[in-house]
């Protein structure tokens, strides 16, 4: 155990353990609700691949303020350390290499990466970078070092609590559709006054009734809320006493209003996977607390209805589908099924400086002549195209029936000219004209490229599943043979990307120019940016701390209040992990993780030498018991 500083003046006596939780609640309720307007610089290659541009609310102040509060922590740990106060045993010191090789992968990823300007720090608007995300794994063992015993649980649930409160409070308004962020002070808050010129610029981020609070997107919020949720529902549930419960009460159903008011889908299959596991690890000691278990339900319940009512079944909106994804995720895909099938258009053809799309039964076919572009259809009979110049951006159109959706406008770049595809005002692709004919150029560089299918495993016919999670999880898997032993560099995943698979996201979202920066799916996340050696480190690590809790916390009819405040942490983490395959790591909600992650992993250090310790004296009694009947 730690030894206590204390000093002691008249009768008060001074405990300056807190200091060393500083960190740890500035981590956990003060930084995940920094919104703060920056402007990074990026170099000009890499803007065609950040969504926003360079423009961020979310996440660089809340890295920076990371970054800080790490270093912070080493210089605690440089004053206060105390080598006797490192948890050793066999669990501890796989923790520990884990975390090592994690930490190897990452800077050996980032540093070899092809992205080596972005991989320190990360884009705008991720600012997950090495650095940070050698972080989190510093925080996560600093709280591994720090929890020693259960009072200092109190330096996390009162942070946590604060950070849901005011979540709640600033979501309530989102949802209304009086966002306070919009305010005029609320934007002289997260709007420096050197960018004073672009807080009547300032717009909602969504629409009504979709919560993101501080978190930048409403599916982040769904990871929190995933965590949230269930920890103070199960401390609800066990924790003895009626102020306990009130006080858990409240902030469960404050958790609830962030999950079903965030709308994420992501975040509800995270409570069910903690939902599975509370079955596991509690279901023996739920005779014991029925009472409380069912109470917590029955006001839950009725919340929850009386909340749908008040807000005309907006708050289930997004359930519908979610079934139908699972339902389609199971059933079975005809073979010759083919995603490019309802699109106008469904591939390219160069050869012989003429450029020919294919289309629904018909085909269009570009050359260049001195008085400038040819069109033919598929018969080789011309195509009567008009150009037009108003002043406004010369283009190319025409009245046949089967193409007037199809213009060409005409962009000057350089003393080039251009011809911007677009189908019903839609951009589609990018042309280049010279002498030796038409060709597909790079929408950013202009440089000429070959039209190419990406290869694609799984999820064909279900592109579109899960807000097209299908269509990006089928490109992002064949990457992973590039990354087996080192990824691409940590948050450089839109590289990777097949980007120029216009026809798939043509598919998926109904547009062909979207930009792909993320694979909504954590563990894909780690295994192309980081490697999929780094991939496993993470899931040993955490595989090992959830299997320890299960057998510490599982299958019991009682629980001592540390045992059910480590199952509530558990269920916590079961609850992002569940998100996580749907959600991504971001800065505003991994660092929670992380410090709970170390919380779970102090606590079942703190059980298992308990339940070691009790072994022992039963054994001891038994064996003394014995001696004394043979003597």
Request: charged share 15%; aromatic share 14%.
């Amino acid at each position: 155990m730690v030894q206590k500083e204390k000093e002691v003046q008249g009768k008060y006596t001074f405990n300056f353990k807190w200091i060393l939780f500083v960190p740890i609640m500035a981590l956990l309720g003060v930084v995940p609700l920094i919104v703060r307007l920056v402007k990074t610089d990026i170099p000009a290659e890499y803007i065609l691949y950040i969504t926003g541009n360079n423009i961020d609310f979310f996440a660089q102040y809340k890295a920076q303020a990371i970054v800080a509060l790490v270093i912070v922590m080493g210089v605690i740990l440089f004053l206060t350390w105390k080598k006797e106060d490192i948890k050793r045993d066999k669990v501890s010191y796989l923790y520990y290499g884990m975390s090592a090789l994690f930490i190897v992968m990452t800077l050996l990823s980032g540093l070899l990466s092809s992205y080596r300007e972005v991989t320190t720090w990360g884009l705008p608007n991720h600012a997950e970078g090495m650095v940070i995300l050698i972080c989190y794994i510093i925080m996560m063992l600093y709280t591994y070092y720090c929890v020693k015993e259960k009072r200092d649980y109190k330096f996390i649930l009162i942070p946590l609590g604060f950070l849901v409160i005011c979540l709640t409070v600033i979501g309530y308004f989102q949802y209304v559709g009086k966002d306070l962020f919009m305010t005029e002070w609320g934007s002289k808050l997260i709007i420096p006054e050197h960018y004073a010129e672009d807080r009547g610029m300032l717009k909602g981020l969504y629409k009504d009734k979709n919560i993101y609070g501080t978190l930048f997107h409403y599916n982040y919020m769904g990871s929190f809320a995933a965590m949230m949720v269930p920890l103070f529902i199960t401390l609800t549930c066990f924790m003895k006493g009626y102020k306990s419960k009130i006080v858990y009460g409240i902030l469960s159903l404050c958790s609830l209003f962030l999950l079903f008011g965030s709308t994420s889908r992501a975040g509800l299959i995270g409570v069910a996977c903690s939902v599975l596991v509370f079955v596991v690890v509690f279901g023996r000691g739920c005779l014991k607390y029925w009472k409380g278990i069912l109470i917590v339900a029955a006001i839950g319940v009725v919340s929850i209805v009386g909340l749908n009512s008040a807000t005309n079944g907006s708050i289930f909106s997004r359930i519908p589908t979610l079934v139908a994804d699972i339902k389609g995720m199971f059933q079975p895909t005809q073979e010759n099924v083919d995603y490019k099938a309802n699109l106008p258009l469904q591939g390219i053809e160069q050869a012989d400086g003429k450029l020919t799309l294919n289309m629904q039964g018909q085909a269009l076919t570009l050359s260049m002549t001195e008085e400038g572009p040819r069109f033919e259809d598929e018969t080789g009979t011309q195509v009567v195209y008009i150009y037009m110049d108003l002043g406004q951006g010369a283009k190319y159109f025409t009245q046949e029936p089967k193409f007037e959706d199809w213009i060409f406008h005409v962009k000057q770049l350089e003393g080039k000219n251009y011809l911007v595809l677009a189908y019903q005002n839609t951009k589609v692709l990018t042309l280049g004209m010279s002498e030796q004919g038409i060709e597909l150029v790079d929408d950013y560089t202009y440089e000429p490229k070959a039209f190419v299918e990406p290869p694609a495993i799984g999820f064909k016919g279900k592109e579109r599943m899960g807000s097209a999670r299908g269509y990006i999880w089928s490109r992002s898997l064949p990457l992973l043979k590039e990354t087996l032993l080192i990824g691409f560099g940590p948050d450089t995943y839109a590289f990777a990307f097949p980007q120029d698979d216009v026809l798939g996201k043509w598919a998926a979202y109904d547009t062909p120019n979207i930009v792909v920066d993320k694979p909504h799916n954590l563990y894909l996340q780690i295994a192309l940016n980081q490697g999929v050696v780094a991939l496993v480190a993470f899931l040993v690590l955490v595989g090992t701390y959830v299997v320890q809790a299960v057998r510490l916390y599982g299958f019991k009819t009682g629980y001592s209040k540390v045992e059910i405040l480590g199952g509530a942490v558990l269920l916590a983490i079961v609850g992002y992990l569940g998100a996580g395959i749907f959600n991504d790591s971001v800065v505003p909600v991994a660092p929670i993780f992380w410090i709970l992650l170390g919380v779970g992993m102090a606590t079942n250090f703190m059980v298992a030498k308990e339940q070691k310790s009790g072994r022992a004296k039963v054994a001891h009694a038994t064996i003394h018991m014995k001696t004394k009947k043979h003597m």
